[in-house]
């Protein structure tokens, strides 16, 4: 049996691949990471890879801003990616919370042709997350 379960951020590039590695001897590793500067054959087959993409969004978001995550959002999830969104609250903004929360149902709406919610939105901190995952 395994020590820990560790997630390795950044797993697919070198420094993260080789961490990921190096805690798999004695650990359960999940590896995360977009793909864009790295790719899962560095990493050994006991760790276990998932591709995620992150889109940040801010409140207030302008029409082009909102369409052109989604597009990208839409897009990785039609290639099998999950895809999680945050949106962080500056300031005073957290009175407003109800306004990411709207966002977040209007992003499950937007998207719900490619994808169903893996993981609801919630707080952490200043910031609300949601993960979105391929039909």
Same mark, same amino acid.
């Given at each position: 049996?395994?020590?820990?379960?560790?997630?390795?951020?950044?797993?697919?590039?070198?420094?993260?691949? &080789? !961490?990921?590695?190096?805690?798999?001897?004695? %650990?359960?590793? @999940?590896?995360?990471?977009?793909?864009? #500067?790295?790719?899962? +054959?560095?990493?050994?087959?006991?760790?276990?890879?998932?591709?995620?993409?992150?889109?940040?969004? &801010? !409140?207030?978001?302008?029409?082009?801003?909102? %369409?052109?995550? @989604?597009?990208?959002?839409?897009?990785? #999830?039609?290639?099998? +990616?999950?895809?999680?969104?945050?949106?962080?609250?500056?300031?005073?903004?957290?009175?407003?919370? &109800? !306004?990411?929360?709207?966002?977040?149902?209007?992003?499950?709406?937007?998207?719900?042709?490619?994808?169903?919610?893996?993981?609801?939105?919630?707080?952490?901190?200043?910031?609300?997350?949601?993960?979105?995952?391929?039909?």
């Amino acid at each position: 049996m395994k020590d820990l379960t560790i997630l390795v951020t950044g797993g697919a590039g070198f420094i993260g691949s &080789n !961490l990921a590695n190096k805690l798999a001897v004695q %650990n359960e590793v @999940i590896a995360i990471d977009n793909e864009y #500067l790295g790719t899962p +054959d560095n990493l050994d087959k006991s760790v276990d890879f998932r591709r995620i993409d992150v889109l940040d969004k &801010n !409140l207030p978001t302008d029409v082009h801003d909102y %369409n052109f995550k @989604i597009k990208n959002a839409q897009k990785f #999830l039609t290639k099998g +990616d999950k895809v999680k969104f945050i949106v962080k609250f500056k300031g005073r903004e957290l009175q407003h919370a &109800n !306004l990411g929360v709207d966002l977040m149902k209007r992003i499950q709406e937007d998207t719900k042709i490619v994808g169903k919610t893996d993981q609801s939105p919630k707080f952490e901190g200043k910031q609300m997350t949601m993960v979105i995952q391929p039909l």
